[in-house]
């Protein structure tokens, strides 16, 4: 590792950290201090949509978009979920992650192909939360796949990423059940869970998370949102939700969101004190905005117009109005996601 710790003394650092997170932010705090100069910069860092809300063949590409166009009998389908493939190039070595799975795993297969990605070669696979749009799509493309998928790859969650979860929509009387992912389910296709609660580098250049510090005021998790501990059903603080991060040499961090549930200013925080700096050069993700009262949209908005990103861009659940903000505000830094686009950042 160019210019800190070694990966086997990153993953020893995590796990103290884990040990000692019980203890307050304090200690946290000056453990992630000491995380900075772990977090190694990627030379070049690509990453696929695989599968979003939206795909427009005719949307036309930005200087960090290749998007995929349509032809006669060949098109990216878009669907309600997630799925990223990414790919991270160091000391001219490359090295590939999937981060969710999508809602339709048919789809998802069908514009991986479109794409031209092995999925075969991938290096590891990360979850970053729980719910059926980001989980469904896992068995059957870890299925296919499997005999081109090297035994024992991780498959990086979070805590709770297997309990099942609900959601009170408006005017129900009782919580939709959401289902859940099976542990069990998807160790028997060959690869090995492994929950993570600490930041940790799942493929050279790539971090999860770890669990996410809350330190704005204003992002809580409304009380619709509900999971299973035990035999109860209760408030769901999404403790266990991931993001990736990393740090692109002479650019800064690009932060890649799943829902951001637990808030996507919260996140590029989190993610800037674990990498030791400020300099945001990409946000992406789902802001989970969609159903976000004004005031929340205008404070989310303002707080990342002032970390000034090079890009924003919104994908899944960050909702139109959202979107709207993000442009108004930030003309310059946003682009438009559609399904099956290609961004690459670094040299």
Same mark, same amino acid.
């Given at each position: 590792?160019?210019?800190?710790?070694?990966?086997?003394?990153?993953l020893?650092?995590?796990?103290?950290a884990?040990?000692?997170?019980?203890?307050?932010?304090?200690?946290?705090?000056?453990?992630?201090?000491?995380?900075?100069?772990?977090?190694?910069?990627?030379?070049?860092?690509?990453?696929w949509?695989?599968?979003?809300?939206?795909y427009?063949?005719?949307?036309?590409?930005?200087?960090?978009?290749?998007?995929?166009?349509?032809?006669?009998?060949?098109?990216?389908?878009?669907?309600?979920?997630?799925?990223y493939?990414?790919?991270?190039?160091?000391?001219?070595?490359?090295?590939?992650?999937?981060?969710?799975?999508?809602?339709?795993?048919?789809?998802?297969?069908?514009?991986?192909?479109?794409?031209?990605?092995?999925?075969g070669?991938?290096?590891?696979?990360?979850?970053?939360?729980?719910?059926y749009?980001?989980?469904?799509?896992?068995?059957?493309?870890?299925?296919?796949?499997?005999?081109?998928?090297?035994?024992?790859?991780?498959?990086?969650?979070?805590?709770?990423?297997?309990?099942?979860?609900?959601t009170?929509?408006?005017?129900?009387?009782?919580p939709?059940?959401?289902?859940? #992912? /099976?542990? &069990?389910?998807? *160790? +028997?296709?060959? $690869?090995?869970?492994?929950?993570?609660?600490?930041?940790?580098e799942?493929i050279?250049?790539?971090?999860?998370?770890?669990?996410?510090?809350?330190?704005?005021?204003?992002?809580?998790?409304?009380?619709?949102?509900?999971?299973?501990?035990?035999?109860?059903?209760?408030?769901?603080?999404?403790?266990?939700?991931?993001?990736?991060?990393?740090?692109?040499?002479?650019?800064?961090?690009?932060?890649?969101?799943?829902?951001?549930?637990?808030?996507?200013?919260?996140?590029?925080?989190?993610?800037?004190?674990?990498?030791?700096?400020?300099?945001?050069?990409?946000?992406?993700?789902?802001?989970?905005?969609?159903?976000?009262?004004?005031?929340?949209?205008?404070?989310?908005?303002?707080?990342?117009?002032?970390?000034?990103?090079?890009?924003?861009?919104?994908?899944?659940?960050?909702?139109?109005?959202?979107?709207?903000? #993000? /442009?108004? &505000?930030?003309? *310059? +830094?946003?682009? $438009?996601n559609?399904?099956?686009?290609?961004?690459?950042?670094?040299?």
């Amino acid at each position: 590792m160019d210019g800190g710790m070694n990966r086997r003394e990153f993953l020893k650092y995590s796990a103290a950290a884990g040990m000692l997170f019980a203890a307050g932010d304090g200690i946290l705090g000056g453990m992630t201090a000491q995380a900075a100069t772990a977090v190694n910069e990627v030379d070049k860092l690509t990453i696929w949509i695989l599968a979003d809300n939206y795909y427009d063949t005719n949307e036309p590409d930005a200087k960090i978009t290749k998007r995929y166009r349509s032809v006669a009998g060949k098109s990216i389908h878009a669907q309600h979920g997630l799925s990223y493939y990414i790919e991270t190039v160091t000391a001219g070595k490359t090295s590939s992650c999937m981060f969710d799975f999508g809602l339709d795993p048919a789809d998802v297969m069908g514009n991986i192909a479109l794409l031209g990605l092995d999925i075969g070669k991938t290096n590891a696979f990360s979850l970053s939360h729980g719910h059926y749009d980001h989980y469904t799509g896992a068995l059957s493309i870890l299925r296919q796949n499997q005999a081109h998928i090297a035994a024992g790859t991780p498959f990086y969650v979070g805590e709770e990423a297997f309990s099942r979860r609900y959601t009170l929509r408006p005017g129900a009387a009782a919580p939709t059940d959401l289902g859940q #992912l /099976s542990k &069990e389910d998807i *160790e +028997a296709l060959g $690869v090995k869970v492994i929950e993570v609660k600490t930041p940790v580098e799942i493929i050279p250049g790539a971090y999860l998370s770890g669990r996410i510090e809350r330190v704005t005021s204003y992002e809580k998790i409304p009380a619709s949102q509900q999971i299973k501990r035990g035999e109860k059903i209760e408030s769901d603080n999404f403790q266990g939700e991931q993001a990736v991060f990393f740090n692109v040499k002479g650019k800064g961090l690009v932060v890649l969101s799943g829902c951001a549930h637990c808030g996507i200013v919260n996140t590029i925080k989190h993610a800037q004190k674990i990498a030791g700096t400020d300099k945001v050069h990409a946000v992406m993700g789902g802001f989970h905005l969609i159903v976000a009262k004004p005031e929340l949209i205008q404070s989310t908005v303002a707080d990342i117009k002032a970390m000034k990103p090079d890009h924003i861009v919104g994908t899944h659940c960050t909702g139109f109005r959202a979107m709207v903000a #993000l /442009s108004t &505000e930030m003309p *310059e +830094a946003f682009v $438009v996601n559609t399904a099956g686009t290609r961004y690459t950042f670094g040299a």
